[in-house]
């Protein structure tokens, strides 16, 4: 059992300190503050950065700031830092620690000891743990994650509710530099191969249609793109991944060696025009008679000329899209299911 309010002034914290906080955490002085982030750490033990990260992440503690954008906390958030450095060191995450410290602060704060740890949103709770491990390298905690996971339901709801919500906050934090751009290659590895591995659970080998997935040639946003592939598997599709940056000369030759169904593209970044133009004139003349579909966060700029090339665009919404790709595979059979290349 947490007691992070426990005798909360004097509190000196005799477990392990977190793998971030210099140890052992000396006591507090007897100052009601305001304090500044340097007396804040050497109070609680938690360094500087940790303070400020925990801040922007979890909106705890967030203190005032004086006119030049000093932080100032009052002593009911210096025990708020000293309660979520309990908890960790107790075995929570830093979000899962927040949110329960949110939620004792909101019921005026637990002082006899007694709260109750929060049942935890399991989608949430799995999502902090794959962070931690990803930030620690920790492959093992990794693995031990993704086994549970595969039991956490529907394998579209394991990724939209898990897989995709953390790749997007490793993204943000390698964006803000709170993470290596090792990490992100270790979480994009780790978790696009356990997508994958969803996705061929989920397609059976004799599905109706291949379908070949690749982002946009100098694009290497593929969250999107393996979330559409494990929804096609669902869907009786069979996908065939080829991932980021995939260029025209690669889909030219995965349409000639496996005579999918459809094409599918994903484009974050929108390229500028003559770019864009050139990528989709090869792109287009790569699929040949294979219809394709492109979609991501950046293709409405570029949609017309898609269009114009003889492309189709995601329409946003998922039974409209399903109906689209049907539509597409059909007509393409009628007349000679073997055709498909140029
Ligand atoms: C993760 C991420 C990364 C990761 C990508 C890792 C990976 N393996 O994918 C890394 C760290 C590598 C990265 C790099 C960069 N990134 Co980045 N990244 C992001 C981030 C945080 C999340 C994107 C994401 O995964 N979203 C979640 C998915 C599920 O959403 P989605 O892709 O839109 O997909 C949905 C739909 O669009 C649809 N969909 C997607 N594709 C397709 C395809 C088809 C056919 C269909 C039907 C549907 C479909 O399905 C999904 C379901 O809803 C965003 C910021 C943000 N908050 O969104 C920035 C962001 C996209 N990145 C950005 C930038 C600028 C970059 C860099 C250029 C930064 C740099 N200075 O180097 C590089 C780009 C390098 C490159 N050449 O591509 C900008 C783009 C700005 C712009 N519009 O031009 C953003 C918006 C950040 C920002 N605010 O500035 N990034």
Redesign the pocket.
Known sequence: MYKPYANHVNLIMSRAPMSDAPSPAPAAPAAAGPFRIHAVAEMTGIPEPTLRAWERRYGIPAPERTASGYRLYSLEEVEQVRAMRTACDGGMSAAEAARWVREQAAQGGASDGKAVVPGSDPFESAQATLLDAIERFDEEALEACLRQMMFMGHSTTVFDQIV?PT??E???R??EGEMS?AQ?HFA?QRL?KFTRDLMQLASSSNAASKVV?G?FA????????L??GLRLSTWGFRPIFLG??TPPGAIRNAVESVAPGLV???????PERARARELIDDYANACGDVPW???????RPIAKLIEEHGGLV?PGEPVA?RAIIREAIDASRKPNPKKGKK
Do not use: F
Not at 218 to 225: I, Q
Not at 264 to 270: N, R
Not at 293 to 299: F, I, P, S, T
């Open positions: 995709s790749l997007r490793v993204g943000i390698w964006h751009i992100e994009t696009g997935l982002a100098d694009d290497e946003h593929e969250v999107g793109l979330g559409l980021a940056k599918a593209l994903s484009v974050t970044l929108t579909l492109v979609g991501g966060a950046g293709v995601d899209l």
